[in-house]
């Protein structure tokens, strides 16, 4: 049986399973739609922690490369004073 609605609650009390237009695509779900976008914001959020944190990497890579760099000019200037 196929059920449509706006009605989250009715939903959620009659859903086993949930198909989802996303992306131009369906997304297959096994539970109410209520676990559904649950599941989905803690994807999102996870994603966004793992971004948070490759940036952090990245962040703290430049600033060694710099640190280097600095360091190798202060030691050419030693060099030929």
């Known amino acids: 049986m196929v059920i449509t609605s706006h009605d989250q609650a009715l939903l959620d009390a009659v859903a086993e399973e949930t198909i989802a237009l996303r992306h131009k695509g369906l997304k297959y779900f096994p539970g109410p739609p209520s676990e559904m976008f649950d599941a989905e914001?803690?994807?999102?959020?996870?994603?966004?922690?793992?971004?948070?944190?490759?940036?952090?990497?990245?962040?703290?890579?430049?600033?060694?490369?710099?640190?280097?760099?600095?360091?190798?000019?202060?030691?050419?200037?030693?060099?030929?004073?």
Not at 47 to 73: F, I, N, P
């Open 41 to 81: 914001e803690k994807e999102r959020l996870g994603k966004m922690k793992q971004q948070a944190a490759l940036d952090k990497k990245k962040e703290h890579a430049r600033a060694a490369e710099l640190k280097s760099k600095c360091q190798g000019l202060m030691s050419d200037r030693g060099q030929h004073s």
